[in-house]
Every structure is written in C-alpha cells, then in structure tokens.
C-alpha cells in the first residue's frame, strides 16, 4: 500500500501478524515517532479500512495539537466516514463532487 499521507508527513502501512501491544491484541496502531501505522493481517478488507481511518484520525487530531483523544469517538467516527465515502463516491475527489453538483443557471 502507498504511504498515507495526512498533513506533510507520509505513513508508511504494514500489515502485521500477531499485532500487539502491553494491553494485548490491537487491530492496529500508529507509531508517530517513525511514521508508522501498523494494521493486523487477521483483519477482513472492510475491517483494514475502518482502522486505517481510525489510525488516520488520530494523525490528525495529533497534528491539530489533540493528544487527549476519545478512543470511542475516533472509532465511531473511522466508521460513518467509511459509511460515508462508501454510499457517496463524489465525496472522493473535488473533480467528482464538481461533476455531482449542477452548474448554477445564470442571469438568477
Ligand atoms: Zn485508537
């Protein structure tokens, strides 16, 4: 998989058998330090994505200067955004979504 990119660094993803930490087995985890985010081999395709997204929001709330942050809020949301992007595809680009809207007529 390509780096995923979020803000100007770029994460490398490796996917791991047996991934866990001191607390026991994790479906992933992202290592800011090295620029990381590690995702279990036993996951399902669905269930890669969702934790990709999850480990992507705490990049990004670790960037927004966020360090407190909400595990069952970061979930709730690494799931409605899959949900989202997956019944919306125009979300996806600025081109897709520019295409979607129409175009506003003129002289109103
Ligand atoms: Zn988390």
């Known amino acids: 998989m390509k780096p995923i990119r ?3 660094i770029a994460y490398d993803v490796e996917i791991v058998d047996n991934l866990q930490d001191d607390g026991g087995i994790l479906d992933g985890r ?3 330090s090295d620029a990381v985010i590690q995702l279990a081999a036993s996951l399902s395709p669905q269930a ?3 934790t990709l997204w999850h480990e ?3 990049a990004l709330f670790t960037q ?11 979930t709730a949301l690494s799931y409605d955004i899959v949900q989202v992007l997956t019944d919306n595809p125009q979300l996806r680009s600025y081109e897709d979504a520019q295409a979607e ?3 506003r007529r003129r002289g109103r």
Do not use: M, S, T, Y
């Open 101 to 103: 809207i129409p175009k």
């Open 6 to 8: 979020v803000g100007p």
């Open 64 to 74: 927004a200067g966020i360090h407190d942050h909400d595990e069952k809020r970061i």
């Open 48 to 50: 890669h994505l969702v």
């Open 56 to 58: 992507v929001l705490h």
């Open 30 to 32: 992202i290592r800011h």
